[in-house]
């Protein structure tokens, strides 16, 4: 189910629906590459005390993404930008309510070539109104960037993200 943002919702009241959810916020901004989208998207998806959109580390990335390719404040339409959940990790939980998530992410861009990256996603996520939320506060170190499948993504803790075609692409 699309929630607010055009963010894909509906994920289990567990640390990995955590990770889950907290995947998809990330998906749709990043593939999207506009501050715009960036903006709306942590509005909705971020409880009031955070950092506000225009700290938020992810709308960072994207502005980095469109300056340093010259793009302006949205993604050229020549441009493609893939980004795929490879792992989780959950950090930590404060009873069933909040969880510290991790995603790691596998970004391929191709604007005049062809780039892939991989990057660790930390947040702070709270279960409120029937969904998971970005938390307040300041934001936790980000995850270990580490390469998707290799043994040092195992090492670090990242277990690797299994797609369940029946429930939506939910961490397991």
Avoid: N
Avoid at 41 to 66: D, M
Avoid at 112 to 118: G, V
């Amino acid at each position: 189910m699309v929630g607010p943002g055009l963010v894909t919702t509906g994920y289990p009241h567990t640390p990995e629906g955590a990770a889950a959810q907290l995947a998809q916020i990330d998906i749709a901004t990043l593939q999207a590459m506009s501050v715009q989208v960036a903006d709306e998207v942590y509005r909705t998806w971020a409880l009031p005390g955070g950092v506000g959109p225009e700290a938020w580390w992810i709308t960072q990335t994207v502005e980095e993404f469109l300056t340093s390719s010259q793009m302006g404040e949205v993604k050229d339409p020549a441009a493609s930008v893939k980004i795929t959940p490879s792992a989780a990790l959950i950090k930590g939980t404060d009873g069933p309510d909040w969880a510290l998530a991790c995603v790691l992410l596998k970004a391929t861009a191709s604007y005049r070539q062809e780039a892939e990256i991989a990057f660790g996603h930390c947040e702070r996520m709270q279960w409120v109104g029937g969904r998971w939320m970005i938390g307040p506060g300041t934001p936790p170190e980000p995850g270990p960037s580490t390469w998707p499948g290799t043994q040092w993504a195992a090492d670090a803790g990242w277990r690797t993200w299994v797609t369940d075609h029946m429930d939506g692409g939910h961490q397991g």
